[in-house]
């Protein structure tokens, strides 16, 4: 009933920039929560930001300062803006949306993108 396309990944330097974005598509009404995790090789899915549908925002300790979770509700899009980048950032990204009201006012839980690459090496 979601979709969840991402875009934005790439190759990029220690220290650059990039930004992920993230469009949720399907039948309904409206999302409360959409955010980004992450997984590097031999590693778990561990969770990057998040962002409820008032704004509120919460970050993994290991990207405050750097990071910026941003959404556009009237577009469905979640953003995730990412400065200073590190090796230890390599990983692919994914997009979440969570507690998504369906046009059948039935609430919906957990949908996840197929994933962006992002590795940031010199």
């Known amino acids: 009933q979601v979709q969840l396309v991402e875009s934005g990944g790439g190759l990029v330097q220690p220290g650059g920039s990039l930004k992920l974005s993230c469009a949720a598509s399907?039948?309904?009404?409206?999302?409360?929560?959409m955010g980004w995790y992450r997984q590097a090789p031999g590693k778990q899915r561990e969770l990057v930001a998040t962002?409820?549908?008032?704004?509120?925002?919460n970050y993994a300790d290991s990207v405050k300062g750097r990071f910026t979770i941003s959404r556009d509700n009237a577009k469905n899009t979640v953003y995730l803006q990412m400065n200073s980048l590190k090796p230890e950032d390599t990983a692919v990204y994914y997009c979440?949306?969570?507690?998504?009201?369906?046009?059948?006012?039935?609430?919906?839980?957990?949908?996840w993108g197929q994933g962006t690459q992002v590795t940031v090496s010199s």
């Open positions: 962002i409820i549908s008032g704004g509120m925002t």
């Open positions: 979440n949306a969570d507690r998504v009201l369906s046009i059948k006012y039935v609430l919906l839980y957990d949908f």
């Open positions: 399907g039948s309904f009404f409206s999302i409360n929560a």
